[in-house]
């Protein structure tokens, strides 16, 4: 592996874009410094450019195995490379789901086989799998869906649920879809006569997820037990977190921060997602929340269907969409309008992800951390088209939007694995290690 030298960019160091060098030598950083050795190495010469630690999404759904036909770790993984991801956490909800030490085992095997960049995988909770969920190794988290959502992985039964936080690894992340399961079966005979996707997020309203997470950071308190919120969709629940919180933390997603319900004139049902779109009141409670600190982490719930299965209407169409390869594209985008600044993208979507998970040697450019960077030019404008997407769905619901800022050379432990848009097939990612 040839060592790598990059000069020239505003590197991201210690809070704050300098003017640095950076150098790689086999999988690690070396040196970050002022002027650093080039003897041996390959030189980028990247003037004009901003170098992030690499991206790391935490909440993506790849699909392999058991629906290979709308994605698996091979298209999905060329997606991260070319929208500057260097690392995922990929979700349990697959066929079969990922409930024990064995599933778990087979899907790092394919990441080993198949990752183009560096991986980690959820163990599913269910009702009755609390003594897998004990001796698990290997993971990066635990993930409880509360409401159902895509596959069958579902807890419902509140006993289960105190037992999970009583009794697994109190360090250990247990990561929560929150939507209250019984309120949606209550409420669904209410709304199934009408087609109109605003019915869909009426039903699955703020009311859904607010009880829910209610309950979560509630019983993570009483259990003093690490919880995380995924995908935060209201600002009504961004009132149960709090800044520098270390104990429950939560995220948001990009569609949850750009997207709201009169976007479901454009999109129709390829904007159905759970959970579901909500308001621009929302949109702007969800910025609030990361400039506050309540909320620390951006990532996408990458979950891509076929157009076809999309197209079924609001009841029959699966919930879910792609945005690995457009996530970084579409902050920086908004940073640019002034939205936020390129030093909280940093923190939002590279260190804090890589601090709620105890990552080692991830999220921060600095001597013997993993060599995960990922080259930027914030000015950069592109349009998004269906018909370059490498997501192996092939859509994406930003198609025909022009973003102002993109990855151009993405590097992962070393290699680089995009670069004058193309990715290297050669290049392979590694397990990623946590301190839990």
Known sequence: MKSIVIKGAKVYHNG???DLEV???????????SRVSTDGARVIDASGLHL??????????????????????????????????TSFCEMPNTSPPATNQKAMDYKLSLGAKKSRVNYSFFVGATNDNLDDLIGIKRVCGIKVFLGASTGDLLVDDMKALERIFAETNKNRVIAFHCEDEAFLRERKHLFEHRSDMRAYTEWRNVEAAYISSHRVVGLARKYQHRAHILHVSS??????????????????????????????????????????????????????ALQNGRIGVIAT???PHTLEEKRRGTWKAPAGIPAVENSLALIL???????????????????????????KRK??????YDADLTLVDPNAEHVVRNSEQLTKCGWSPWDGQKLRGRALTTIVRGQVVYEDGQVNDDVRGSEIEFAV
């Open 333 to 359: 985008d908004a940073s640019s309008r002034g939205m936020c600044t390129l030093e909280q993208v940093v923190q939002w979507m590279c260190e804090n992800p890589a601090r709620t998970y105890a990552m």
């Open 235 to 288: 600002a009504r629940e961004t009132e149960l977190f709090h800044p520098r919180d270390t104990l429950v933390t939560a995220e948001t997603s990009p569609h949850h921060l750009l997207l709201n319900v009169d976007d479901y004139d454009r999109l129709g049902t390829l904007g159905k997602m759970n959970p579901p779109l909500k308001y621009r009141e929302d949109n702007a409670g969800l910025w609030k």
């Open 52 to 85: 992030f630690p690499g991206i790391i999404d935490v909440q993506v759904h790849f699909r392999e195995p058991g629906n290979t036909y709308k994605e698996d770790l091979e298209s999905a993984t060329r997606a991260c490379a070319k929208g500057g991801v």
């Open 301 to 303: 719930d990458h979950a």
């Open 363 to 368: 999220g921060f450019i600095q001597p013997g």
């Open 16 to 18: 704050r874009f300098q």
């Open 23 to 33: 150098r790689t030598d086999g999988p690690f950083i070396s040196q970050v410094a």
